[in-house]
């Protein structure tokens, strides 16, 4: 089967590779949609993500194939959303209400984990079918499912973070991580919306999707303009960094009250400095999220389904698997504009 593997910084290619065998607690997917996640940009474009060979792919919707004779919870022709699998039911994580931070997920997670191999591929083999295959319910079309990881990480950021109905909001990144903290922080009740990106089409998008008033971070005048909105509150109660860069951080640090919440949601390899002098008499909250539980999915496909939560916002552009690497030097680059760039290695099967 065909498969998209890693070597490192701007070092993939299109192989073959056999397919995949499964055992008797195990499933085979047959893949359908993979998105190009940021984390994939980020690994293949910059030093610092991964120092490991993979084939990439974490965020895929599928039909299962096969499954092994203990296998209960899917069956042949399902429709699923591949997570990371989580709840390893031995760590302390797993065992306090935190799968999401499971110790042994991050290597076990396909597509990102050492030597795995993920959905940049014809096929998969779920080893922990209970934990990282999600059924997609009807109504709930493949291409909405396939956002479930982008917009999953956004509105896990929300639910993490103190928000309070009527609070001030801003968020640094209108990428689709960005854009599902806006729907989500909207929904919540953020009394006032305030959202950066350097792009304007993705700062038309941050409005579609339900802010106030957007900003370009490059603009001298932005921050005291946003600080300007935000005089009553003397700065948001809580922002959201979801772009994954450094000078974002000091966007969401710029536009934070005393006393407030910058919540860290985007990946990145590159160091950042940390000045307490400068940052600790304002006993700002910075607080760490990461991924999503199981429940939250299922929460998502639920508002999805009945509409509560929009995906018109997420632009997608579909590409054939052998267009993988072309996709990501365009998306590194930032010459496209979709929310999500969809690949589809089997392309014959897609109606």
Same mark, same amino acid.
């Given at each position: 089967?065909?498969a998209?593997?890693?070597h &490192? ?16 607690n ?20 910059? =030093? ?6 993979l084939? !990439?792919?974490?965020e895929a919707v599928?039909?299962?194939?096969e499954?092994?004779?203990n296998?209960d919870?899917?069956k042949p ?6 997570g990371? !699998?989580g709840d ?8 306090? &209400? ?21 959905a ?8 922990? !079918? ?12 493949? =291409?909405?499912?396939v ?7 956004g ?8 928000m309070?109905?009527g609070?001030?909001?801003?968020v ?25 990106? !350097? @792009?304007?089409?993705?700062r038309e ?8 008033y ?10 005291e303009?946003?600080?300007?909105? @935000?005089?009553q ?7 959201f $960094? ?13 536009l934070?009250?005393?006393?407030g919440?910058?919540?860290? *949601?985007?990946?990145?390899g ?6 307490t002098a ?5 006993q ?8 999503y539980?199981?429940? $939250? ?6 508002? *999805?389904?009945?509409g509560?939560?929009d ?6 552009l ?6 993988a ?10 010459? *496209?504009d ?11 099967? *897609?109606?």
């Amino acid at each position: 089967m065909k498969a998209v593997k890693y070597h &490192g910084v701007k070092n993939m290619e299109l192989i073959d590779i056999p397919k995949p065998q499964i055992n008797e607690n195990e499933v085979l997917v047959k893949i359908m949609y993979c998105g190009i996640c940021g984390t994939d940009i980020h690994a293949y474009s910059m =030093e610092g993500m991964f120092d490991w060979e993979l084939v !990439p792919g974490h965020e895929a919707v599928g039909i299962v194939e096969e499954v092994g004779k203990n296998v209960d919870c899917v069956k042949p022709g399902d429709r699923v959303a591949v997570g990371p !699998p989580g709840d390893c039911g031995n760590c302390y994580s797993c065992n306090t &209400g935190h799968p999401n931070t499971c110790v042994n997920a991050f290597f076990n997670t396909l597509g990102i984990g050492p030597d795995t191999q993920g959905a940049y591929a014809e096929y998969i083999v779920s080893k922990f !079918p209970k934990n990282e295959l999600f059924l997609i319910p009807d109504g709930v079309s493949m =291409e909405q499912a396939v956002l479930f990881d982008l917009v999953g990480v956004g509105f896990h950021a929300v639910r993490r973070s103190d928000m309070r109905l009527g609070d001030c909001v801003v968020v640094s990144g209108c990428g689709s991580v960005g854009l599902a903290v806006i729907q989500s922080a909207k929904l919540a009740g953020a009394s006032t919306l305030i959202a950066f990106d !350097p @792009l304007a089409s993705k700062r038309e998008l941050a409005l579609k999707s339900g802010a106030d008033y957007v900003f370009d971070p490059n603009d001298p005048s932005s921050i005291e303009k946003a600080k300007g909105l @935000l005089k009553q509150a003397n700065g948001a109660q809580v922002c959201f $960094e979801a772009a994954g860069n450094p000078y974002s951080i000091d966007t969401c640090i710029s536009l934070c009250m005393p006393s407030g919440q910058i919540m860290l *949601i985007g990946n990145d390899g590159r160091p950042y400095q940390l000045v307490t002098a400068a940052l600790g008499p304002h006993q700002y909250d910075l607080k760490f999220t990461f991924t999503y539980t199981k429940e $939250e999915i299922t929460m998502l496909f639920d508002m *999805i389904k009945t509409g509560k939560f929009d995906l018109s916002a997420y632009t997608t552009l579909k590409a054939p698997l052998e267009d993988a690497v072309s996709m990501l030097d365009k998306l590194a680059a930032g010459e *496209i504009d979709a929310a999500r760039v969809l690949l589809m290695p089997n392309l014959d099967l *897609i109606k």
